[in-house]
């Protein structure tokens, strides 16, 4: 398949490259900057039109994974307007871009479980029928993405399958996120660094999954999942944030202490989530390969190699 990514130099978008041309795919991305990548990369911006149907045409997609997106839950509290332009207008204009092309690839919209808010007293696991509350502006903003692409499906024609992941993680994450942050921090203090691990908020409770799964899911999804349905994918298990941290200061190689400041900025983000993707896992056969542990042991070693 000719396949298209956008977001392609992400941290999601390279596991994804990575295993679609492993599968001998023929892979083209792109990104708001270029980049060194084993593919072709179009320099887009989605939210302005030029560029986006020129590139559509030039690379003729059988397959479209739309991954870009403003990422950073924290980061959208402190800039709403940037969060809307990243996730919905960005989406607005690749969508209206698709149908001038004239071509009518398959599309994954990749969402998130943020749209779902937080879980409810007396549910242990969100299904795909559940109400959308999104509790952030990254999270209202891609739950606007998220009708739009079923608009676009339903009045527009578009061949699209919706996919709602929960947190992903794995080797390459950015320091922004939390446990790519505590392996950075362990990292470096292995190397002689501060022994002190600042973390934020841990009380939270997040259904991780390996990115080297979740890429494995998006491309099952493009293979087998129907037009215009949308789809959990994530483990179906709560780990608590603090937990995570305690398991990487045990593959510590030197003792280390954690000085929780708390993050005034994610007031309003979501407490407990977790996936019900039993519609994905028996309808595609989809199932995570990697264990928490063996995903935090390949997080840290993967610092171990840069810090």
């Not at 060194?36 to 030039?58: K, M």
């Not at 969100?126 to 891609?142: H, I, Q």
């Not at 739009?148 to 320091?175: E, K, S, T, W």
């Not at 003792?255 to 929780?260: C, N």
Request: glycine share 8%.
């Amino acid at each position: 398949m000719r396949c298209l990514i956008t977001g392609a130099t992400g941290f999601a978008g390279r596991h994804l490259a990575d295993a679609l041309l492993a599968a001998g795919h023929h892979v083209e991305g792109l990104a708001r900057r270029p980049t060194n990548a084993p593919f072709p990369i179009h320099v887009v911006d989605l939210t302005q039109r030029v560029g986006i149907e020129t590139t559509l045409v030039s690379v003729r997609p059988d397959w479209v994974f739309h991954l870009a997106a403003f990422p950073n839950v924290g980061a959208s509290f402190k800039d709403p307007a940037a969060a809307w332009n990243g996730n919905l207008t960005a989406t607005q204009e690749l969508y209206a871009a698709i149908q001038r092309s004239g071509l009518r690839p398959r599309i994954l919209h990749v969402s998130t479980c943020a749209v779902y808010g937080d879980l409810p007293p007396g549910v242990s696991a969100f299904t795909e029928d559940a109400p959308l509350r999104p509790t952030s502006p990254y999270a209202v903003s891609k739950a606007a993405a998220d009708l739009l692409a079923y608009q676009q499906m339903h009045n527009c024609g578009l061949d699209i399958v919706r996919v709602r992941p929960f947190n992903h993680i794995g080797p390459g994450q950015a320091a922004d996120y939390a446990a790519a942050s505590f392996a950075r921090q362990i990292a470096a203090a292995e190397r002689g660094g501060s022994t002190v691990i600042v973390a934020k908020d841990l009380d939270p409770y997040r259904d991780f999954t390996d990115v080297r799964d979740m890429v494995q899911a998006y491309t099952r999804l493009l293979e087998v999942g129907q037009k215009g349905e949308v789809y959990n994918a994530g483990n179906g298990q709560m780990y608590q944030i603090r937990d995570v941290l305690n398991r990487l200061v045990k593959l510590a190689r030197v003792a280390v202490t954690v000085d929780e400041q708390g993050d005034p900025d994610r007031t309003g983000d979501t407490k407990k989530t977790a996936a019900d993707a039993s519609k994905l896992r028996r309808e595609t056969g989809w199932a995570p390969a990697h264990s928490l542990d063996q995903t935090l042991v390949d997080i840290l070693d993967a610092w171990r190699r840069v810090v």
